[in-house]
């Protein structure tokens, strides 16, 4: 595969970045926020979410009935890209995770109902897979889904629903035959976020940013409201998983922390002496930058995977998810490391060596590993799945 991206493709990156500077805005953008910049959690974050779909930009790679256009995952991808990189929302739940499964599975009602809103960013979404006793493995949630009349009633608790307080609809999973194995019996439903027997109560996060419980109480949802067929929602789920694996976890960030880094390291001096001379110091520079651009090609190597057709590939999501995150977590404990007592200041604090990031990406990392599935499931999946190990060695 080429690495290197056509004049087309340049063109486009070109014609978003104008489009950002037009629209260049401090409530909207905020790269300290990391890779939670991507969530759309203000009304200002919400309208420049639908000046992009003006544009046409969500959802170009679903199909043209759908009101795409067939366009490669790569446009997607620079897309986000541009968006991570200066701290602002992304493509998100709803055109990736959402609307890619409706398309796929949903009936002609969902389609109908949801789609057009996707597009123009109308409506946002929470997901709810994580249970207090099924956090990566989401094949153990309980959340009891019981046949009541041409519906369904929901009783249970999720967690870690991270837009639960300001979403119109919740992507919920719930398990409509407690009797099939654990990775059968489980649906997927939507179901309105202001439903009277839901209740969000706040998780606030190491990172700085909320998360939530999720509690559903009989909690009422007609058939209608069913995402494709009874007890296949797992697999519905897991073809979504690899989206968001990939969609939430952007590199552009990343590499500007290490160029934060990068440019400390060139500039600063300890007890007199130039750290760019301080040879553990530039062995660890010169690792980290290795270590960058393999990010960024395996990046590149699950974009050009899903081009190919079919479903998302799976074993390439968790290779990214898994080397993108871990080395992220070791940017920012080197970053740490290196600026010494001073990376422990603040974010925006002046007198914070790399303006705060490090101190502020040394506790949003941590998250970044456990979100989307845990780096040790993406092992287990990579092993199963790429190397064909058993379940149990």
Excluded at 64 to 75: H, L, Q, R, V
Excluded at 215 to 237: A, H, P, T
Excluded at 314 to 321: D, F, G, H, L, V
């Amino acid at each position: 595969m080429d690495f290197e991206f056509t004049p087309e493709q340049l063109e486009f990156v070109k014609e978003v970045e104008e489009f950002l500077d037009g629209n260049d805005d401090p409530e909207v953008f905020d790269v300290t926020r990391e890779n939670m910049a991507q969530i759309v959690d203000t009304p200002l974050r919400r309208a420049f979410m639908a000046k992009v779909g003006e544009h046409g930009w969500l959802g170009m790679t679903w199909p043209e009935e759908y009101g795409g256009t067939n366009g490669e995952g790569i446009y997607e991808y620079l897309l986000n890209e541009a968006l991570a990189a200066r701290g602002g929302p992304q493509i998100g739940k709803g055109v990736g995770i959402i609307g890619k499964t409706i398309i796929s599975h949903g009936s002609d009602k969902l389609k109908q109902e949801f789609l057009p809103k996707i597009l123009r960013n109308e409506v946002e979404f929470a997901v709810g897979y994580s249970e207090p006793n099924a956090g990566s493995d989401a094949a153990s949630m309980q959340l009891k889904a019981t046949r009541d009349g041409d519906g369904w009633r929901l009783n249970g608790q999720k967690t870690w629903t991270t837009s639960a307080h300001f979403a119109d609809w919740y992507w919920v999973g719930a398990r409509t035959d407690p009797e099939a194995p654990k990775h059968h019996g489980i649906s997927l439903f939507l179901v309105p976020m202001d439903h009277p027997g839901i209740t969000v109560k706040a998780i606030w996060t190491m990172g700085d940013e909320r998360t939530n419980e999720v509690y559903l109480d009989d909690v009422w949802v007609s058939d209608d409201y069913v995402v494709g067929e009874l007890n296949k929602g797992f697999q519905y789920i897991s073809e979504a998983l690899d989206l968001e694996r990939f969609t939430l976890f952007t590199y552009s960030p990343t590499a500007q922390r290490l160029d934060l880094l990068t440019e400390y390291v060139a500039n600063a001096e300890r007890d007199g002496v130039p750290l760019k001379d301080d040879a553990v110091v530039r062995s660890q520079i010169a690792r980290l930058h290795t270590e960058a651009e393999v990010a960024r090609v395996l990046g590149l190597k699950f974009v050009f995977a899903s081009s190919e057709g079919g479903s998302p590939p799976t074993s390439e999501a968790s290779e990214y998810k898994l080397f993108t995150t871990e080395y992220s977590r070791r940017l920012a404990n080197a970053s740490m490391d290196i600026a010494g007592p001073g990376g422990q200041l603040r974010v925006r604090d002046e007198d914070a060596p790399m303006k705060g990031r490090s101190e502020s990406t040394y506790r949003y990392t941590v998250i970044d590993t456990i979100g989307g599935g845990s780096s040790e499931i993406q092992k287990n999946i990579i092993a199963r799945r790429k190397l064909g190990l058993p379940k149990n060695f």
